[in-house]
């Protein structure tokens, strides 16, 4: 079996999210003893064009409440205390077009969740 085929192997479920010219990727992956974790990546088309600048965490189940009540207390503290006045709902909108007019995140699409071109798979790190 391949590298990447080993590497996707454990992974049982995944959410994308675009979100103007940056992609998140939330991913469960299983491992060999049947526990589960999540990765969250952060990807966004490099400026030269060529390839991905990606940030990834891994997400281990002890720590899933405290991060969600880190996450949930650090953006509603934003919301509530720093930008009570703005329109966070405005962003609720179909991504942005890249430089060459279409989002990067459809044209990964075409490329495949899983696509082996060197330098362009946006999630793999």
């Known amino acids: ?60 189940k002890e720590d899933f409440n405290k991060f969600m009540d880190g996450m949930s207390d650090t953006v509603n503290h934003i919301k509530t205390n720093l930008l009570p006045d703005h329109d966070f709902e405005k962003y609720d909108h179909e991504p942005e077009p890249d430089h060459d007019g279409q989002d990067f995140a459809s044209e990964f699409d075409e490329i495949g969740k899983f696509g082996s071109l060197e330098n362009q798979d946006e999630r793999a790190g």
Do not use: P, W
Not at 13 to 33: E, L, N, P, Q, W
Not at 39 to 50: C, L, V
């Open 1 to 60: 079996m391949d590298q990447n085929s080993a590497e996707n192997r454990d992974e049982v479920f995944s959410k994308k999210i675009k979100a103007g010219k940056r992609t998140y990727f939330f991913d469960v992956k299983a491992t060999r003893a049947n526990d589960y974790y999540i990765t969250i990546t952060e990807s966004k088309r490099r400026q030269d064009g060529f390839g991905y600048e990606k940030h990834k965490i891994f997400l281990y």
